[in-house]
């Protein structure tokens, strides 16, 4: 056998050998042909095109005005729409450093359109206004400007004048707005003072960012002055949103204000992506959730050269509107209980030394969910006035007393004393409670409001003994350190913790005198606000934790419809701030004393609650003050319900209630209607559930 040789195979070999080099050859000749055209072409443009370029670059003018997004809205607890956006026309104004001439005609001939109310009114702006207006008619005495002032010229400190007066030009111009007065303000015409309040609009904000002038105008209006914009340089028409609220007046204050940023922040919110020309929260949950409700804000780019042509159709970048906010409120109740606080006082306003108030807080004593807030009455009242409106509330903290002599160990459980008036109490008045009460022991103490049981928790934690002490007090200003570190622990005299800004704590009197530390122990020294007074009950309803109130349950997502909630960005827990340092049961005690003021016998608010299902418990308040140099007295009244298993804890403030026959029981009648229209609800609620549920079984079926 032999061996047979392939020799067509090793020819092939070969061939593939001598082609590839070939191949590789010409594609790096195409590769080097494309590099060196494209080299050359570079070189053109930079070298030969340069400077046309470089040129074209220079008239290229890009502003970027940006397009603010709605902020995000407000949920009631059970997903009403509380705070809403609106579309509506913006007249805007953009100064690109215009002339004085030119802004003012503009403000002229727009007044033809619209009228800009001018609520307050600086007269240092005016008199920069009545300065500009003699300094054009002096250049040019046109039409427009006699039609805003009088024919008769204005004697200004001239530039000769300034000259021998050695002032320089900053000093000089001082001097032109002192010698604006009155008289020289009333030459200014009907006319002249309309197409101010447009000028100081149009001069208010920052060059190159348009500026919101008149918001909410007419279709009407924003048509007439689209198609005469070419003679308005500057102003524009743009679609914006605005603040709606469905419920009317009702938080109104609470939810807060928008404005411009204040300008001494300018540079802190431009440090966190905001415009100079943007409108962020100025009060309560719109300023303490700012950053949440804020919108992404979006952006028109447009392209011109600078003789204005577009060179290219506005690019928009799309915002996103800002989170919402899941309120704890109940609306239904909230305006329920507006309703009853309205017809109370109606009913009662008789009986009021000056304006009639009213102070209402309800919540939730477990979580800390505020359900309602209100305040009623006075030119500067409203519901924000339950955080920042703070008075004597007299007997409803007899409570925390009680706990003090517990936890300090001057009275125990049961103990007796006489309750009768205390007489020749060196520095301080006589003391007495509403009557004689005779034998006490602490729970009839807190059902039949003993003044006395209180004032000697305080004597008794410095020893003092009336009748023998003399005036030997001790250490008194100790006992007020002592009453007020306790009373702070149930969130009387301090924050509440609360989420919204400008909180008042109450004002601390001086300690200075010993028988002011004894009015303290009974409520007629140191003054608390109604979120106080409502978290102080919450903690003995809930057996001794100190809650945030919190107005905000929960962030959300902007949802696909104003119907629907978006998904949950973030779940506030509810905030444990201390728990109490007394015991259980210290704490059951006074639990089972408010329970005896509404179900005892001779409990302060026996004929109260009778039409309530549940069984309420509480305390009343009566603090004794003066008002406009008349004797009145501050009702209050504070309590919780079911008083087995607590779900609602309230507090309820009438100040300056005359002593006349017939005024008392005016917060006691407030609680009792707010405590039925609370539990009127919640069985409605249930009711409507189980219809729906069998419903629902039904369709499934």
Same mark, same amino acid.
């Given at each position: ?228 914009? #070419?003679?308005?340089?500057? /102003? &524009? ?6 603040? %709606?609220?469905?419920? $009317?007046?009702?938080?109104? !204050? ?121 305040? #009623?009455?006075?030119?500067? /009242? &409203? ?6 409106? %703070?008075?004597?509330? $007299?007997?409803?903290?007899? !409570? ?302």
């Amino acid at each position: 056998m032999y061996e047979r040789k392939d020799t067509n195979m090793g020819k092939t070999k070969s061939n593939l050998k001598a082609h590839v080099p070939v191949r590789l050859n010409v594609l790096f000749f195409v590769v080097f042909i494309l590099f060196s055209a494209l080299i050359l072409r570079l070189g053109f443009v930079q070298i030969v095109q340069g400077e046309q370029y470089q040129e074209q670059l220079e008239r290229t003018i890009n502003i970027s005005s940006p397009v603010e997004a709605p902020r995000g809205l407000m949920y009631d607890r059970h997903g009403n729409v509380v705070v809403d956006n609106e579309l509506q026309l913006t007249v805007t104004y953009t100064n690109r450093r215009t002339s004085s001439r030119e802004i003012l005609e503009t403000a002229r001939k727009l007044n033809e359109y619209i009228t800009v109310e001018q609520d307050r009114i600086n007269p240092r702006d005016v008199q920069d206004f009545f300065l500009l207006l003699n300094d054009l008619s002096d250049e040019d005495n046109d039409e427009f400007l006699e039609l805003l002032t009088i024919d008769e010229p204005y004697e200004v400190l001239s530039f000769q004048e300034q000259r021998e007066l050695g002032m320089n030009d900053q000093e000089a111009y001082e001097e032109r707005l002192n010698r604006v007065g009155d008289e020289e303000m009333d030459m200014i015409t009907d006319e002249g003072w309309e197409v101010f309040g447009i000028w100081r609009e149009f001069i208010a904000g920052y060059n190159y960012l348009p500026h919101k002038v008149l918001r909410g105008i007419e279709y009407e209006e924003a048509a007439k002055i689209m198609e005469n914009m #070419e003679d308005l340089p500057g /102003v &524009d028409i743009a679609r914006d949103s605005a603040r %709606a609220y469905p419920f $009317g007046d009702s938080l109104r !204050g609470v939810f807060g204000n928008l404005g411009p940023i204040e300008r001494d922040r300018v540079e802190e919110y431009l440090a966190n992506g905001y415009n100079r020309n943007d409108e962020v929260g100025r009060s309560y949950l719109e300023n303490q959730y700012e950053p949440v409700l804020k919108g992404r804000s979006g952006s028109l780019n447009n392209h011109m050269d600078r003789t204005g042509e577009f060179l290219r159709n506005p690019e928009e970048v799309e915002g996103k509107r800002g989170n919402d906010l899941v309120l704890s409120i109940d609306m239904e109740l909230q305006q329920q209980v507006e309703e009853i606080v309205e017809n109370e006082l109606s009913s009662s306003a008789r009986h009021f030394i000056e304006d009639e108030q009213a102070f209402v807080v309800m919540m939730d004593p477990h979580t800390g969910d505020v359900l309602s807030m209100v305040g #009623e009455g006075g030119e500067f /009242v &409203d519901d924000t006035s339950a955080i920042n409106y %703070a008075t004597e509330a $007299g007997s409803t903290i007899k !409570g925390a007393t009680v706990l003090i002599g517990y936890e300090t160990g001057v009275f125990q459980h049961g103990e007796q004393i006489i309750d009768r008036t205390i007489d020749n109490l060196p520095d301080s008045p006589s003391i007495s409670s509403h009557r004689p009460l005779g034998r006490i022991n602490d729970i009839q103490a807190l059902e039949r409001s003993s003044n006395i049981y209180m004032a000697e928790v305080g004597m008794r934690l410095i020893n003092y003994i009336p009748g023998y002490s003399g005036r030997n007090w001790g250490d008194f200003r100790g006992a007020f350190h002592t009453l007020r570190y306790y009373y702070s622990q149930f969130g009387l005299g301090v924050s509440t913790g609360v989420d919204l800004p400008s909180e008042a704590t109450g004002v601390s009197g001086a300690t200075n005198n010993p028988g002011t530390m004894l009015f303290l122990t009974f409520g007629q020294f140191d003054t608390y606000t109604p979120m106080q007074l409502a978290q102080y009950t919450s903690v003995i309803a809930n057996g001794g934790y100190r809650i945030a109130p919190r107005l905000v349950t929960e962030i959300r997502e902007p949802g696909e419809s104003k119907s629907e909630l978006g998904a949950l960005n973030r779940q506030m827990e509810p905030k444990v701030l201390n728990r109490i340092d007394m015991s259980d049961q210290d704490l059951a005690r006074v639990q089972q004393g408010f329970y005896q003021v509404v179900h005892g016998s001779q409990g302060t608010a026996r004929t109260y609650f009778r039409d309530v299902d549940v069984d309420v418990a509480g305390k009343t308040g009566t603090a004794q003050v003066r008002v406009n140099g008349e004797d009145a007295n501050n009702q209050s009244f504070v309590g919780y319900a079911p008083y087995n298993d607590p779900e609602v804890a309230f507090a309820v403030v009438v100040p300056g209630v005359s002593r006349e026959q017939g005024a008392g029981g005016i917060a006691n009648r407030i609680s009792e209607e707010i405590m039925e229209a609370y539990f009127d609800l919640q069985e409605n609620r249930s009711a409507s559930d189980l219809d729906l549920e069998d419903e629902e079984l039904e369709n499934e079926e």
